[in-house]
């Protein structure tokens, strides 16, 4: 069973469309996160998510939004995308805060036409 | 100055060789990840540690909290580890701040 799953693995779109990236973990942690990989492979934080707070790096626009319905689910939204935007996505989650290891889903790649 | 340095950024070796990847911080830290990237692109996390060592199998990480220095070793190396392999460091502010990963090559 996986353990992060995300959905979908890959995503070609038009620029200026609003599109969602699925993220869900069965491990019953408490902590969710999204990176971005860019182009050079860094990756890097864009949300923490628990139940109690969420944490936004302020480099983030403010196109992009997470959602989480519950505890196991924590989604990326986008609207108006650029070309910018395209990138490896990844979902992690954890139990506690970055003092936990993170188990990560498998990306998704998001490609802007 | 990055907060978070790996070295070196590429590495090739031979199959066999011991290797050894570095990680230096410049930020207190609660803990130090390792983690390990594919060429297909999945993450996996190999270690966290805050002090001292651990193993598991043929892996061992170090970190060294008053230098602010972490090393991450492979013993008996083998082409199915090339990799690139991540340093991250959780801060106090709960931020989690990565290297630039190392890319690691095993030559049979």
């Known amino acids: 069973d996986t353990a992060v799953s995300q959905t979908p693995k890959y995503l070609v779109t038009q620029m200026g469309n609003d599109k969602s990236i699925k993220c869900e973990q069965n491990?019953?942690?408490?902590?969710m996160y999204w990176y971005k990989q860019d182009s050079k492979k860094f990756l890097k934080i864009m949300f923490s998510?628990?139940?109690?707070?969420?944490?936004i790096n302020e480099t983030v626009p403010n196109r992009f939004s997470p959602k989480s319905p519950d505890k196991a689910h924590l989604n990326l939204h986008i609207n108006s995308l650029e070309l910018g935007d395209s990138a490896v996505y990844f979902c992690?989650?954890?139990?506690?805060?970055?003092?936990?290891?993170?188990?990560f889903g498998d990306g998704t790649r998001l490609s802007i036409l | 100055k990055n907060e978070v340095e790996q070295s070196p950024q590429n590495l090739t070796a031979q199959e066999g060789e011991f290797i050894t990847i570095n990680c230096s911080y410049s930020?207190?830290?609660?803990?130090l990840h390792w983690l390990q990237q594919h060429p297909g692109g999945g993450i996996v996390s190999l270690f966290m540690?805050?002090?001292?060592?651990k193993k598991h199998g043929r892996l061992i990480a170090t970190i060294n909290i008053q230098e602010k220095h972490s090393s991450l070793h492979i013993t008996a190396s083998h082409p199915r580890d090339s990799a690139v392999y991540i340093c991250?460091?959780?801060?106090?502010?709960?931020?989690?701040?990565w290297g630039a990963g190392t890319k690691l090559i095993i030559k049979p």
């Open positions: 930020v207190g830290i609660s803990a």
């Open positions: 991250a460091v959780g801060d106090s502010n709960y931020q989690l701040i």
């Open positions: 491990l019953g942690h408490d902590t």
């Open positions: 992690a989650s954890s139990q506690g805060w970055g003092d936990q290891p993170q188990h």
């Open positions: 998510y628990n139940n109690k707070e969420l944490i």
């Open positions: 540690l805050s002090s001292g060592k």
